[in-house]
């Protein structure tokens, strides 16, 4: 059973920046591959970024690429999401998931609740 439980979002405006984290319980935290995703409102959740266990590798979708990056740290068991240049279409709830396997943009085993992310213009 993992935990999480995100942090970090907030109010910004276009063009500015956030990092959002999410800390994870549990011993195993470095066997799981991470990742996250996005809802917006009247919208379905979509995909956003993943992480393989060791952090080596990464994936993102086309709509952050070059804007975002995820990283994570084993030893702090956190997962985080640097977003840069933000948009107002950036706007969502964002939530942090882990899967045992292979990086992957679906299937997640555990979520946690999200923390909203709001880009003004």
């Known amino acids: 059973q993992v935990t999480l439980v995100e942090s970090g979002g907030g109010l910004v405006q276009a063009g500015g920046s956030l990092r959002l984290s999410c800390a994870a319980s549990g011993r195993t935290f470095n066997t799981y591959t991470m990742g996250w995703f996005r809802q917006a409102p009247g919208k379905e959740r979509e995909f956003v970024a993943t992480?393989?266990?060791?952090?080596?590798?990464?994936y993102y979708a086309d709509s952050v690429k070059g804007r975002f990056t995820i990283s994570r740290d084993n030893a702090k068991n956190t997962v985080y999401l640097e977003m840069n240049s933000l948009k107002p279409e950036d706007t969502a709830v964002y939530s942090c998931a882990a899967r045992k396997g292979v990086m992957s943009a679906a299937s997640y085993d555990y979520w946690g609740q999200g923390t909203q992310v709001t880009v003004s213009s």
């Open positions: 992480i393989d266990w060791s952090g080596g590798s990464t």
